[in-house]
DNA sequence: CCAATTTAATTTGCTTTTCGAATTTAAGTT
DNA sequence: AACTTAAATTCGAAAAGCAAATTAAATTGG
């Protein structure tokens, strides 16, 4: 048939579905899918039959009339399967276990060496960090049905490719097949800058939005953007590049190596760098610490220091400003863990920013920030790996 | 069926393909788009029986065996239906007339009063511009098919909105309905910074490539993105506005009122404005005359006049980067149809742009000059009531 | 407490759509 | 003229989904 089998296609469908709403009675799937009660029935019973979904007792609602038969809730069977999430960044792993549902299972965070390590070197700290992720939650590594893997760098996701990583001591690296033969298990890689994303997507906002794009800031800054409902990479899988985003021309130094970058005059090493050039500050301590100092100075008044933090923030909201003139998204989410991004996600920002992209008569995008925990990586990572699950498990059930 | 009436999908299916395509043989149709070759046939018959495509005698090559059954090509019927496309700019309105298969019929210009105009006026205008194109092709309006119409301004396609437009003394205007009652034809409403894109992708290089950006120079700096084989639209109807890309913190003056915008360092008032303000030049002549005074100026080694050209393509280069970087496109297309506007595509910008994408080992994307004629917006236009003329084609054929 | 009512879910029979395999067609080749 | 090759068509069967009818599980009212 035309779109592959299609008892297939609605299985996926439904599947997707009753993931997204969560516990949802079958007469409502009817209603949003446009596929017939009757085909729901039939095929949610193939849903159930293969366990990956489960019936449980709805609970009464006020707004809905309590007469007639009353509706039963579908959700996910948490138990179907076991889906990890790891991101790998320069001096740890960071990993999630989570239900074939999304619950929580587990998290584990294992150190490993700085620096560039071999493709099977790395793999084998994957492999023990898997280990030891399952053993806290009484689980084997061959029960997990899929890894998702965020890894820095350029990666070309659908062929598990690895352009260059700076975990990666080599470039052009099948890391995907390298790491499905060492842990023999499904591997799905993707470039970190989505995985958070597609973690919105699938257990934050992207429940109710198709069109957004979300900013991380760690060291660097970095983005992901959803369109249609899908996350949206580039054609050469160099994920988007908003940290190098040109915002002054012939401008600041980047650790690029070019100039002008957004990074470099919002990064943590920017602002320490042009804090201690100008200014009188002498700032030998390592970066966190220094850029602590940086605006606990900028806070308390030093003219110095509040001019970079002010500059920084006026590039950012700039920056910003473009994303939306080009994408006009619904919503922008600044996503970050550390309480030190806090000027840039300050209030004045955004208004700033609301200032410079272009009005029209419809509302400008809303903008929320998101403080998710250093989980974020990992679980978006997982979130990856679910698609496939859910995927090939649909794929796996057996007719009738 | 889920995906609505099916025969009709693959129906619409088969006619893009036959339309992207040009004339293919069945065969290739059934390999390139999965439908088994059964049911090749009996779509392209009930497609045959409609008249909406035709077969023609296939011409031997050399590389392909020239034994056998030969393949017999088919392709959209050309007098199928006829489609017009139109933009409205500030003094005038140029209209072509095609045939289903995108084969030129006719275009004329017409002059409309400067200023804005009322919605019933300017209707009434294209009204009159599109019966004296019917007219020079032998033809009535009501002959037509399908008109597709881009406006500059701010245009929900969907609903056939113009939220705001300068060729329109009102806001909120439900033109397309408006437009539609008063021609007696289905009319297809779009902003005209996506129409340029839409031609591309119907005739230009869309045919072999799914990711790219267009980006027009005339007066102002346009853009239209294709991702996926599709037109993106932002959610909020406003087109991708690159123009109002900010390159400069509190830079110059742009003429929607904000500054450091793309446009204000590279739009054609602005370079006769920095030039006139900063050389000796006085240039009290129109616009468009002194534009070419001031490049012959830079070419001629005027060095007042050459810094402001030189920095119009750097700053033209540090947006191309900017949106480089972000999408990462396969290609970018430059389309103008004004020499006027050389050095903004010369190698040196183009190269400028280059030295600041980052930097994979994949190879940057691709970048054509297109130089259309003045045509190229309401042929964009006609493309886009093009595939819903196809749509609605498909949708209107009988059963057998 | 039982009949009527209401609403969800399922079953039944049928239609639509597509496919695989066999067949036909239209050439070139020997 | 008989054979080969490859495209297109035909034909019977199977898959998938739907509408309508039916069944199920609850509340409400007398």
Redesign the interface.
Known sequence: M??GH?KI??RR?LLREIAQRGPVPRIDLAEH???SRA?VTSVTADLLRGRLIEEVPRESRSDESARGRPRVDLKIAGDAHLIAGLKVSDRSISLVLMRFDGTHVADHECPIPTGRLTPIDLATHIRDGLRALAEKAGHDLSDISGVGVGLAG?VDADHGLV??SPSLDQ??VPFGEVLSDTLGVAVYLDNDANLVAMAELTFGLGKSHS?FIVITIESGVG?GMV?GGQL???????????G??????DGALCR?G?R?CLEAYVADYALVREASSVGGMSLTTPTSQAVSTVLKAAKDGDPTARTVVERAG??FA?GL???V??????LVILAGEQMQFDHLYADTVIEEMR??I?E???PA?EVVVHKWGNLMWAQGAAAYALEFVQDTAVGALEDA
Chains 1, 2 share one sequence.
């Open positions: 035309v779109f299609q296609e609605s469908l899918t446009g596929i085909t350029v352009y260059w470039r052009n069109d983005m369109l949206y990479r580039g054609t050469r899988g160099c994920g988007a590049e908003f190098h985003t040109k915002v002054h021309l690029c070019q002008g006026k590039m700039m400003a473009n994303l003139n080009i994408f006009d998204p619904e200032k410079s272009v029209i008569d419809k995008p």
